[in-house]
Each structure stands twice: as structure tokens, then as C-alpha cells.
């Protein structure tokens, strides 16, 4: 494939009170599975065939203007009227030089990758403040957290190798996921990365490297009421 380009595509993920996931729904299961019909007996037998894997050449993918929504009912200690919301826009993914033989890399591809996340508390602000839609989307794109990544991918083994990049990135948003480990409630906490990453799979196991910058502001927690208040 020479060039493929995706635009402004969505996808709603959600997640109910039992653990289950919408996109389960899009497999089949063993059971409903068709069972092949027997062969008679005097049918000739097949001789074996040798699978072989996708070899895959794709020289240019591009994404642009993406959206995920995620609906999360399944939070370990988080109330029954409050599931997770998490919205990530703007998303735009860049991939050249994928060669693949199997799920194996022939040589590390080109990747970038951006988009903005807003979490549940700034969706409603921003909700709130706006008269209409379009007012509502401008207004979480200036709140959202950016995140940036520039660099390379291989895969079989796993090497990745770029330059990582967060800004005012809102970790609240991923607060319930941790909630009963955390002594206080966090109530906001916006962090800036800027950072070089590398990733490499070793027959002794994961190879990482970081060397860069971090930054934590904006940080509002509230002590955790007693038992029963």
C-alpha cells in the first residue's frame, strides 16, 4: 500500500457495571461458532497446507482528527453514579516504512502522534459554559492535556526509540483507576513531560531508558472523609 489516510474518523468505547466490554460484542464465541460439516467416508483426505503469515508493506498511513470516548461503569470503589468519562480529541497518527513479515518488523517504521485529552470534570465545565456545540468543542480543545510523540516502532522484538512530550496533561482523569491506593482525593493535577524514550525487548527482558523533564502543578487534594460520612 503506497498511501492510506483516515479522516475525522470516531469511536465510542464503553465499558457496563458487569465488566463488559462493547466492542466483546463484535467477536463470536466458541459456542456460536459453526461446527464444519463431516466429510463421508470415502472423500479423499487433503493434503496439509502450510500457513503462511501477512507480509505487509505500507509506505504512508495518516490519520487526521480523530476522537475516542471512553464510558467506564466498572471502576473498582467508585460510586454507581459516577462512571468514568474520558474524551480524547484531535487525534493524529503518522506511520511510514511499515514493513511486516508475520508480526515481525523488517526495520524499525516512522511514527508520530498527537492528540488532547479532557477528563470528566472539564467535559461538564466546559459543557456548562457553552451555549452551543461548536462553543463546547472550542472550549475543550483549549482546556484538553496535549500529548506528543515523535520517533520509531519495531515490533518482534519490541524496540521503540522517540521523543515524548506532555503538556498540562490532567491526571485527575485517570484518578478513580487509582483510588484505593492514593491517601487523599485527587481533585486535580496537571503534569508537563518532556522527555527522550527508549524501549528495547532483551532475551533477559525490557531494556528502558528515559532521560528528560518533569513537571507537576495545579495540584488540589482533599483528605478522604471517614468511614461512613
Do not use: C
Not at 461548536?134 to 496535549?146: E, R
Not at 487523599?184 to 527508549?198: I, M, P, Q, S
Request: aromatic share 4%; glycine share 8%.
Amino acid at each position: 500500500l503506497a498511501s492510506v489516510k483516515l479522516t475525522q474518523p470516531a469511536l465510542s468505547i464503553s465499558r457496563d457495571r458487569e465488566g463488559a466490554w462493547n466492542v466483546q460484542r463484535w467477536s463470536k464465541t466458541t459456542a456460536a461458532a459453526a461446527q464444519p460439516a463431516p466429510k463421508p467416508a470415502s472423500a479423499p483426505v487433503s493434503p496439509a497446507v502450510k500457513e503462511v503469515g501477512w507480509s505487509v508493506d505500507l509506505r504512508d498511513f495518516a490519520l487526521d482528527g480523530g476522537s475516542l470516548r471512553v464510558d467506564d461503569a466498572y471502576v473498582d470503589g467508585l460510586p454507581d453514579a459516577e462512571p468514568v468519562r474520558i474524551d480524547v480529541r484531535a487525534i493524529q497518527l503518522g506511520l511510514q516504512a511499515l514493513a511486516l513479515n508475520g508480526a515481525r518488523t523488517t526495520a524499525p517504521a516512522k511514527v508520530q502522534f498527537s492528540a488532547r485529552l479532557l477528563g470528566p470534570r472539564e467535559i461538564d465545565q466546559a459543557a456548562s459554559k457553552a451555549s452551543d456545540k461548536s462553543t463546547a468543542v472550542a472550549l475543550g480543545a483549549v482546556t484538553s492535556g496535549v500529548l506528543d510523540w515523535r520517533g520509531q516502532l519495531g515490533l518482534q522484538p519490541l524496540m521503540v526509540k522517540g521523543a515524548l512530550k506532555l503538556d498540562r496533561f490532567p491526571l485527575q482523569a485517570f484518578e478513580p483507576y487509582a483510588r484505593g491506593q492514593l491517601p487523599v482525593r485527587l481533585l486535580r493535577a496537571e503534569t508537563g513531560v518532556k522527555a527522550n524514550v527508549a524501549v528495547k525487548e532483551l532475551p533477559a527482558g525490557l531494556d528502558i531508558g528515559v532521560t528528560g523533564d518533569v513537571l507537576l502543578a495545579d495540584v488540589l487534594v482533599h483528605s478522604r472523609p471517614a468511614a461512613g460520612a
